[in-house]
């Protein structure tokens, strides 16, 4: 697929994204919320919390996760820091390693805005009080982590076991975090849509940059 290709699937996908955002803001948006807040797809959304309810051991479960989401982006870092040193420019560094630094930049650049960006409060009141929660933003960064590791990995791990071993524990993090999210109780429903939908924006996009010659 050639590279412009590419970005148009990344714009697609980034227009589904808006839309189901817009959509989020004005269809069936009711008071259903702690302390009166709003949020739109409330009967689905509002069934869902319902049926999950908020618990503790999974919204633990999931913290500990989004730790451990972490852990590629200290490798990789080292990694670049380690061409850098060795190489002495930054220029010499590999384009991958830059582009996936640049990816990260942004990605928390979107971790942060959405923070500050009330679309709509989390279903449940924990210590912070009223929390931002569209879209989720731990799916987000567990998704975007993740599969970029995976893409590195595929590239950079020579022997097939050792290979196969770090993605299948890499797709395992990020799955398992999505999941322990929902099943947590604290985001509703929507929210995970949301950020599985950014997530695919965003990994789209860079492996258009850093794979977009390729066949």
Request: proline content about 2%.
């Amino acid at each position: 697929m050639k590279a412009t290709n590419k970005y148009v699937i990344g714009g697609i996908i980034l227009a589904v994204f808006l839309v189901f955002t817009i959509l989020v803001m004005t269809v069936d948006v009711k008071a259903i919320g702690p302390e009166g807040t709003e949020v739109g797809f409330a009967a689905l959304n509002g069934a869902v919390a319902k049926s999950l309810g908020y618990k503790d051991a999974w919204y633990k479960i999931s913290k500990v996760l989004g730790i451990i989401t972490f852990l590629p982006v200290f490798c990789f870092a080292a990694l670049g820091v380690y061409q850098l040193i060795k190489r002495r420019s930054i220029l010499k560094v590999d384009r991958d390693i830059l582009i996936l630094g640049g990816f990260y930049i942004v990605v928390m650049l979107c971790f942060v805005a959405f923070e500050l960006l009330k679309i709509n409060y989390r279903p449940v009141v924990l210590d912070d009080g009223l929390e931002a929660s569209y879209p989720s933003t731990h799916t987000m960064l567990a998704l975007c982590i993740m599969v970029t590791a995976i893409l590195q990995i595929s590239k950079r791990v020579a022997q097939p076991v050792v290979k196969n071993v770090l993605m299948a524990a890499c797709a395992l993090i990020a799955v398992l975090l999505v999941i322990t999210r929902m099943l947590s109780g604290v985001h509703w429903f929507t929210d995970i849509i949301g950020g599985l939908l950014i997530s695919a924006t965003l990994i789209w996009f860079y492996y258009a940059l850093t794979m977009g010659n390729e066949e």
